[in-house]
């Protein structure tokens, strides 16, 4: 079965003739995505299925990687932390090695970059390599994924001049954008419904997870997956559940996250959360390999609700990925969990552990509502956030910057 | 051998080209399309912010405000039918702006450039009857986007309206709000294509039409649209009854 007939199973038919409607135009352009890794994070796990799902419309699609040594990926990671608001000094010497590997990059990218009708640069590892490329012919957009609304100065002030010339930028949402001399194009992510992250399971597979981590499949169980950052509040996390286990003390609470080794915050925050939990058997702290994708998912597929108590968040893709299981979702009122979570409809907004304690007793109250909210959740997801709606407006973007990038073109 | 595909860019009925039918005559074109939303960078936290950047945003941003929420993701019936009338009480929590921008219909206005003036004019009444809203500051900004639409045809072409009746449950919710919501930008008269198309056949529709005409397109959703659209087409068209 093609990916486009897989899909069209999860999204109809309607959807898939839409993208082929789509891809008249767009057929045989050449398609080049230039990111930094194939394996590992958002971006490698969008492209994973994006760039066959692009080939399979006859658009000639083709992914590419920069490589880097290991100050370069430390520099870039100061850059991602930096665009994200924290203050970040990144010395002029990583600053020079960021530019010298690029260019090395760049030789070895121009064949497929120079004649590319299409160039979605991910990020700003590759930013330069716009301007590396002088003779190309294409269309050039600059992808952030990043929540870049809030940027450390002066790292944006050395990034710029590398993202200004590019025809277009994608931002994730409207608030996530800085001021570019260019067209700022809004485009939500997206989740992949066919990936080992979001594929159903089969119910022995939960079973055997839960098993597992010693959780009692018969008791209610709340669960937030995020890595061990002060911005993901597992701390608060943890007060709710002991406030809510006054009313319901069957509860069972589970905060699953990366390893912290690397992270010297992390580390201290996984402290401060194992203090907060004091031994509580009911409360599984679990430190997860990143390739622990299919645990991940049947760790949602067994919660009752999923929590994203962030007080502070870019899209908020673990909310997406919970409510594509059919959960609610308890979020902070922040970033893109905004545009998910809809009160008394997918789940609950909350503020305070207070609040977030309040909205698991209603719901453990109302079984009847988490089923409800539920299918709300995966139905809103199914229309609004899966990689079909991702790769339209793609699509639409191409389309438009094909012809003018007008304001309204139709195809005839 | 690739196949071709040829772009223009449309008319508005605004402008002062000749207005050009998008359906023929003797048949109905089903189109869809896919709309695109590009920040401005310009955001509100007062009202008095909101007024300066309307006077001046680009038409098109008016346009996504009045019409875009219907292509948003929404749960049973919206409350406010603009983005402004929803910042006003949810940003501003001024319920009186709120109700009065709600009821500002954009069927009413020739253009949206008369639209424009009208959400400016409501504005400015309640600026005058409540200094504070002059300073006061939104619990969450307004930020203002435009957006792009690329139209294409589905090749799908229907020559007597009775064939619509097991053709719209199955249109996609963009192709509705295409024939029927971005339509009253496009035609002389604030008509969706159905409507304008039906008129080709005289009177013999004309009680479609007149239900066709009754459905509010501002708070329902496009899928609750449709089904009204599918029901009035399988209750009125003279040759589906028995």
Redesign the interface.
Known sequence: MSILEQYAQIVGD??I??LQ??A??L??KSVVHVNSTKLGGGVAEILTKLVPLMQELELNTDWQVITGDEPFFQCTKGMHNALQGNQVSLPHGLLEHYEAINRENAERLRSHLVDADFVFIHDPQPAPQLSLCPDRQGHWIWRCHIDASHPYRPVWKFLRPFIEPYEASI?SL??F?Q?LPH?????SPSIDPLSDKNIDLPPEEVREVLRQFQIDPDRPLVVQVSRYDRFKDPVGVIRAYKMATKFHPDLQLVLAGGSADDDPEGVLVLQEVKAEANHDPDIHILMLPPDANRTINALQRAADIVMQKSTREGFGLTVTEAMWKGKPVIGGDTGGIR?QV?NY?TGFLVNTPEGAALRIRYLLNQPDKITEFGH?AQE?VR??FLLTRHL??Y???M??LL?G???????? | MLETTTVKVLPMATDNAPFCPPVAADAFAIKDCALLAIATGKKATTLKELQAHLSSIDIDSIYLHVWGSLLEPQFEVREYNNHFASWARRGLHDDTLAERLAMVDPNEYADLEELRQEFLEVMAERLEEREYLHWAQATEPFEFIRSTIVVFDTAKRVEQPEELITLIPHLSTSSIFYHFIDARRRLPVSQDDFRFWLTCWGDRYAELNHHLAAIDPYFNGLTTIRHQLATAFKQYCPGNQP
């Open positions: 309607d959807v003739d839409q409607q789509l008249k135009p057929r045989g931002f409207p608030a954008a001021a067209p700022e194009y809004i485009i545009l809809v409809h709300k809103f229309e609004n339209r407006e699509m639409t973007l389309v438009s012809h990038g007008g304001d309204r073109l139709e195809l005839t």
